[in-house]
Nanobody
């Protein structure tokens, strides 16, 4: 079981940057994959980025590749999502999620079992 708390969202203009944080706690955390997902009103929850904690393996959605960076801080047990070059289409509620490590990193939201409360990112044009 992993408990997750996101922070760092806000209202920014196109081209600005934000850094989201996901503070995690729980047992056997090193055996988990951590993912960032986002959901806009009327849209399905979509994958953004994921990291395998133990190996630091990383995967990005094509829509954010080159602009967003996922990283970890082992000492703080925190996952970050650095978002640069934000666009209006990035506007969404961003969630941090966790799942028990499997053979490959999952991009499917329904395969993640633990979720934070979400942090809102709004990008104006």
């Amino acid at each position: 079981q992993v408990r997750l708390v996101e922070s760092g969202g806000g209202l920014v203009q196109a081209g600005d940057s934000l850094r989201l944080s996901c503070a995690a706690s729980g047992r056997t955390f090193s055996s988990y994959d951590m993912g960032w997902f986002r959901q806009a009103p009327g849209k399905e929850r979509e994958f953004v980025a994921a990291i395998r904690w133990r190996t630091n393996s990383i995967y990005y959605a094509d829509s954010v590749k080159g602009r967003f960076t996922i990283s970890r801080d082992n000492a703080k047990i925190t996952v970050y999502l650095q978002m640069n070059g934000l666009k209006p289409e990035d506007t969404a509620l961003y969630y941090c999620a966790a799942r028990t490590t499997s053979w490959t990193i999952s991009i499917r939201s329904n395969e993640y079992t633990d979720w934070g409360q979400g942090t809102q990112v709004t990008v104006s044009s």
